[in-house]
């Protein structure tokens, strides 16, 4: 249930700031296929956040096929960590497929070397993208 629930929350947030996003038909290598408002299209593959007790609660993406292999360039092209603290609202960040097998960050670095997406709905984006026909 919890990578449906990382799936659910990156697709409110790719919507919420404008993309249109879809679910591939077939099994792919990555979860979410989605256009920005500027009209790039990119795959994405969705991984829940971890905090690591032993690394002072620092934020990390395990980011590997079901046998341990890391992903390679021609998988997808971001990853979507989303982190779901208990009774909190999630938080989404949005990262370059670099080929890692994890991504680590502070809270305050990952604010810096991640893209954080809110999932509050930005209505002036997608009334940009209606009025572009999407």
Not at 9 to 15: I, K, Q, S
Not at 33 to 46: C, F, I, M, S
Not at 112 to 121: D, Q
Request: aromatic share 8%; charged share 30%.
């Amino acid at each position: 249930m919890t990578g449906v629930y990382s799936e659910l929350v990156a697709m409110v947030a790719l919507t919420a700031n404008g993309y249109v996003v879809s679910r591939p038909l077939s099994r792919e290598a990555y979860d979410l296929e989605a256009t920005d408002p500027l009209g790039n299209h990119a795959r994405y593959q969705v991984k829940t956040i971890s905090r690591r007790s032993d690394r002072r609660n620092e934020l990390v993406v395990y980011a590997t096929k079901g046998r341990g292999q890391r992903y390679s360039q021609s998988d997808f092209d971001y990853i979507i960590g989303v982190l779901g603290d208990e009774g909190a609202v999630p938080r989404v960040f949005l990262m370059e497929n670099r080929c890692l097998r994890e991504y680590w960050a502070s809270e305050a670095r990952a604010a810096k070397r991640w893209v954080e997406l809110p999932i509050e709905l930005n209505r002036e984006l997608l009334k940009q993208n209606e009025g572009a026909g999407a």
